[in-house]
C-alpha cells in the first residue's frame, strides 16, 4: 500500500501542493499533519503511521524537508520504516529505499538538506550581529514606552487593574505588549531576586 504523508508547520499554511503530488503518485491513503518538523515526538499523525506501517507498505512523501527537519531525524525515520518492512519514497528527490542506489541517495541529500539549513541559520545569526554592531536592535519595536509599561506592571501588580484586556484598552496596544511588559518585568524581578 502507498501510504502519502504530508506536513506544514502551522496551521495557516495549507498542504495542498502536497496532496496533490500524493495522489497523482497514486497513492491509496493519504495523511497530513499541520506541525513543526523540529521534534519527532511532538508529530502524532507520522507516529501513528510509522507504528502502523508494515511489509508491503511504502511511505511516499512529496519532499525531504516534510519528513524530517535534521539528517539525524530523517534517518531515524527511514530506519524505523525499514525495521517494519516497508519502504519511503520521496518524489521531489527520487527516491526510494527499496533500491540501493535509492538508500545511498537517501543520506546524500539529507546531508545537503541539513547543510543548507545550517547555513541559513548561520547568516541570519551573522545578519543580527552585524546589525547590532551598526547600532540597530533587531526584532519587533514595543509598542509601549519604558515609562508605560512600568506603569502598567504597577498597576496590574498593585490590583488595580484585574483584566489586561482593560490595560491594553487603556495604552492603546494589542494585549500581547502588556502580557511581555509583565513577563520582563516579572523576570528582571526574578533575576533581582536571585542576585541579592
Not at 55 to 72: C, E, F, N, Q, Y
Not at 172 to 192: P, W, Y
Request: glycine residues 8%; aromatic residues 4%.
Amino acid at each position: 500500500m502507498l501510504i502519502g504523508y504530508a506536513r506544514v508547520s502551522t496551521k495557516e499554511q495549507e498542504t495542498h501542493l502536497q496532496l496533490d503530488a500524493l495522489a497523482a503518485a497514486g497513492c491509496d491513503v493519504i495523511h497530513q499533519e499541520k506541525r513543526s518538523g523540529k521534534e519527532l515526538s511532538k508529530r502524532p499523525v507520522l507516529n501513528s503511521i510509522l507504528s502502523g506501517i508494515g511489509p508491503g507498505d511504502t511511505l511516499v512523501i512529496l519532499k525531504l524537508d516534510r519528513m524530517a527537519r535534521s539528517l539525524k531525524d530523517l534517518l531515524t525515520i527511514i530506519e524505523m520504516i525499514k525495521q517494519s518492512g516497508a519502504d519511503f519514497r520521496s518524489l521531489s528527490e527520487s527516491i526510494d529505499t527499496s533500491t540501493p542506489m535509492g538508500r545511498m541517495m537517501t543520506h546524500v541529500v539529507g546531508a545537503f538538506a541539513q547543510f543548507e539549513r545550517e547555513l541559513i541559520s548561520e547568516r541570519t545569526r551573522m545578519g543580527i550581529q552585524a546589525a547590532v554592531a551598526r547600532g540597530s536592535k533587531p526584532g519587533r519595536p514595543r509598542g509601549m514606552s519604558a515609562e508605560d509599561e512600568a506603569e502598567a506592571v504597577r498597576l496590574w501588580h498593585g490590583g488595580m487593574v484585574t483584566n489586561k484586556s482593560e490595560l491594553a484598552r487603556r495604552y492603546g496596544v494589542h494585549i500581547s505588549s502588556i502580557k511581555r511588559a509583565i513577563s520582563r518585568a516579572e523576570a528582571t524581578a526574578q533575576a533581582e531576586l536571585f542576585e541579592a
